[in-house]
Structures are given as C-alpha cells and as structure tokens.
C-alpha cells in the first residue's frame, strides 16, 4: 500500500473565515454584505460559538450603563436575533429602538442586554447565514496554513471525506485560539483558564415556579459552576488551565462536568436534574494576537484615530473602550486578520473585549477590512482606515464613544 500527501484545492474565496462563532459569523456577513466571496469553516455542528454551544447565553450590554449606546451593527442585529425565535430578557425602553443615536433608558431601566435560548440563537444564525449568501462547512476542522511568503493563501482542513484545501485571498481568523495566526507565524501570548462550567437543569421548584408565571423559562435554572471572572471564587484544589493542547482540554473539560456531577451525587434526579452541558471547552482566555497595539485598561474613555467600534465594560457602567483597528492585525501576516477574544487586548481589557458584544464588533470591523484589502490589493496593515471607518458607518457602526 503506497500513501501519497496530496490534498485536493476544492474551491477560492475572496474571504475564508476560520470559525463559526459570534465573531466569525460578523465578519462574514460584513465581508458578503461589501460584495465579497465568503466561506465560514466551523469544527462543529453549529454556529455561534461560546454563545450556542457554550451555553453562555448571555447577550452583554451594548450600552454603557447611563442610556447611552455605544456597540451597533451586526453586534445589534445579532443581539436581535438571538431572540428571535425563543425568550428574552430585554428591557421594554431598548425593545423599539429606532435608531443608535435617540436617548436609550437610564441604568435603572436595565441595561440593553438579554438572556436567550442558545437552540433558538442557532436556528436564526443558520437563517442569517442563508439568507447572506454565505458558505458555510460544519464538522470542519482547520488544521494548518499555506504560506506564500507573509500571506497566508491556502488554508488545509479535515471533515468526513478527509483533508482539502481552500484557497483565500484574505483569512479571518476567528477560532478563539489564534490557531491560524500561530501556526502562519505571528506572535501571540497566552493567558491561563480558572475552572468553569456552565449548564442548565430542572426541579420541582423551577417547574412550579414555571407554572405559577405562564413563562415556560421559569422552568429552567442556569448553572454557573467553578469560577467567574478573573478566578473569582474558583473551586479548591483546582489550578489554571492554558488549553492548548487536546490533555489539557480535556482535563478542563471532564473537571467541570465532575462539579456538576458533584452537584447531583445522592439526588438520584429526584428533585433536580441537568438538562444540557456545553458542547465546547468554556475557556475565557487562551491566545491571542501581538498586535499592531495592545489595547489595555488605561485605555478605557480614550480617543483613538482608528477606532473601529466601541465594547462597553459589562460589569460596571461608564466604562468603555474604543477598539484599535491596529488590535486585529499583526506585524508579521499580509492577508491574516482576527476577531473576538484573540485581538491584542491586555489585562483588563482582555475582559472586556473577549465577550460577545465585542466580538461582534471587531468581527464586523475584521470582515469589512478584508473586503477592503481584497478589492485594493493591500496588506491588511496597509488598509486606509478613513475607507474602513466610512464602511462601518455606513453599516450602522458606532466608531467612537459618545462622551457624557
């Protein structure tokens, strides 16, 4: 038996975008809506992600906590349409927004965020992705670049029928783990991951409650097991975890279901029972980029001339960041931009960028900057960022952060 290595070119796209969550989904939607040939690759069966098959259902704010909204676009258009098709916790005052600049409620009103139903997100992701003209392959793993000196042409993946290549002229890397941008060269840094797992059960209690109210949520109770944010109450007797490699994925991963299971030893499902775990390693941090610039927390309120969106911090109000559009790309790659938690954001705000809000943001900003650097010839670095900027205010973006 002679094995051979060569590896089928299937098909060229104008832009390849790497991963299928929130920040993938942007940028691809943003790449088609500007004229380009998309194609999304997802290792999974489902986009969107921590959002979906992470659980995380929780749709952070797109304001800033004094009625000001400061995150639009796609970031507001997918906060829409997580719950399109399922329940929602929104405020009645941003229910009916009819533009981003109208006064929005006051922080007592509640903040523009929502929970959602991760199924229901999925069933509208799916609609959106149709609906754009984006192709989409699941059960698809990314496994290495091609490189042609500093651009990244070529991306090889494996699914069912083995491994072929996709030829691109852009790459958007949105995997959460900078996997393209590391293995085509470009320097990242990694951060440690405290324990954490989410989940959903039932009880007797929740389903009365349910029955009580008329609202079918009330039936179903959000776990969130091990530690929050920054190692916040993090279980004893557990360390961190870099989750970059498959062991310590798993060890993360079986770690969280054993607090669950801790959670219903001797209940016998009597009482109370899960009723769906995360699909994906919940990991908040793990690599990401050395940009152009690293935004960090002395950075909160300041003015940037490249700003391409704003992320509102979602644990305290008048708190916000303009995002760099000099944090998506690197110094190293021509033709490879990120989006989501793997931007060079640092320390704090690490925090603020990783999560879906901003995600959207900078996939929106990552997909239209392909676009642009696709119909210029440019490196992405050399992008006129005045061209970017209108794009994005035309699609409705929010670039800078309204002052009080």
């Not at 149709?130 to 042609?148: H, I, N, R, S, W």
């Not at 530690?227 to 079986?254: S, W």
């Amino acid at each position: 038996m002679t094995e051979t290595n060569s590896i089928p070119v299937r098909k060229g796209y104008d832009v390849v975008v790497l991963g299928g969550g929130i920040a993938g989904v942007a940028a691809a939607v943003a790449a088609k809506r500007s004229g380009r040939s998309v194609l999304i690759i997802e290792k999974s069966c489902m986009l969107g992600g921590l959002a979906t098959l992470g659980l995380v259902a929780i749709y952070l704010p797109l304001c800033d906590g004094s009625g000001r909204q400061v995150s639009a676009g796609i970031a507001e258009e997918l906060l829409h349409l997580s719950i399109r098709y399922g329940f929602d916790s929104l405020p009645q005052g941003w229910k009916d927004r009819a533009t981003a600049t109208e006064a929005g409620p006051t922080e007592k009103e509640g903040r523009y965020r929502t929970v959602f139903s991760p199924p229901a997100f999925v069933l509208a992701l799916d609609e959106l992705a149709e609906g754009e003209g984006v192709d989409v392959l699941l059960d698809t793993l990314f496994c290495a670049p091609v490189m042609e000196g500093r651009a990244c042409r070529t991306v090889i993946v494996e699914g069912k029928g083995g491994r072929e290549a996709y030829r691109a002229e852009v790459v958007v890397d949105a995997t959460g783990d900078a996997d393209c941008l590391s293995r085509a060269g470009a320097r990242c840094v990694s951060a440690p991951n405290w324990l954490s797992y989410w989940g959903y059960e039932v009880s007797g209690e929740t389903v009365q409650r349910a029955a009580r109210t008329g609202d079918p949520k009330e039936a179903v109770k959000l776990l969130q097991l091990g530690a929050g944010a920054a190692g916040l109450n993090a279980p004893a007797g557990y360390g961190t975890y870099a989750c970059l490699d498959a062991g310590e994925i798993t060890e993360f991963v079986m770690r969280g279901r054993a607090l669950m299971r801790e959670r219903y030893r001797g209940d016998g499902g009597r009482g109370r029972f899960p009723i769906s775990i995360p699909a994906m390693p919940q990991v908040r941090t793990t690599r990401r980029i050395v940009g152009l610039y690293e935004l960090t927390e002395a950075d909160a309120g300041r003015r940037f001339d490249d700003s391409v969106g704003c992320a509102a911090d979602w644990r305290r109000a008048d708190n916000v960041y303009e995002i760099p559009y000099r944090t998506l790309v690197t110094e190293e790659l021509d033709n490879v931009i990120t989006a989501g938690r793997t931007i060079a954001s640092g320390g704090d705000a690490w925090e603020v960028t990783r999560v879906i809000p901003a995600a959207a943001v900078t996939g929106e900003a990552a997909g239209t900057a392909a676009a642009v650097a696709v119909e210029s010839g440019r490196a992405l670095s050399a992008v006129p960022v005045e061209e970017l900027q209108s794009r994005l205010r035309k699609a409705g973006v929010l670039i800078q952060a309204e002052r009080a």
